[in-house]
């Protein structure tokens, strides 16, 4: 089966900054068609779980809504999820938007005020320079329209 990764909290794991995931149910769908490959790549860059939120600022740095500098640790993670998808040879993600790791279309916006503003995420930039094709929970259904059509 071809393999995926795939944002860990939307399969249930409870590794979001609040100690919580973000699950859906599609991801059933999706299981029964891929190999998953689960990902938290805050978590791979050390950071732990409960934490403090982050976003990413105008200047493209990460800084943790105590305004802790936490650039390094979503470095750290992006580049250890890009070494996997280099090593499974990877062509596919699903991954949780508006995060700032893995948002694909719109991240918040550096102020902590709720804002969300077109961009994407720490690690979903690199995938997406890698040559992955991305998906979110809500684009979800393309995805498993193809896979359903093409099975
Ligand atoms: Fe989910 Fe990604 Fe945040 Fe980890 S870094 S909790 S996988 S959105």
Redesign the pocket.
């Known amino acids: 089966m071809e393999k995926i990764l795939v ?4 399969l249930g ?1 409870n ?3 609040n100690g919580k995931n ?1 699950y859906i149910e599609k991801i059933e769908i999706i299981k029964k068609h891929f190999d998953i490959i689960p ?5 791979l860059g050390g950071l732990s779980i409960p934490r403090d939120p982050s976003e990413i600022n105008k200047n493209g740095l990460v800084y943790s809504r105590k305004g802790k500098d936490v650039t390094k640790n979503f470095v750290l ?1 992006k580049n250890r999820v890009i070494n996997i998808a280099k090593y499974f040879k990877i062509k596919k993600a699903i ?2 938007e508006r ?1 700032p ?2 948002g694909v279309n719109s991240v918040y916006d550096g102020t902590f005020s709720g804002v969300t503003i077109k961009g994407s ?1 720490i ?1 979903a930039t690199s995938l997406k320079e890698l040559g992955l094709t991305l998906y979110t929970e809500e684009t979800l259904d393309s995805l498993i329209n193809e896979i359903t059509t093409n099975n």
């Open positions: 944002s860990a909290c939307l794991e590794c979001k900054y973000n990902i938290c790549p805050e978590s993670g991954l949780k995060s790791s893995c995420g690690t």
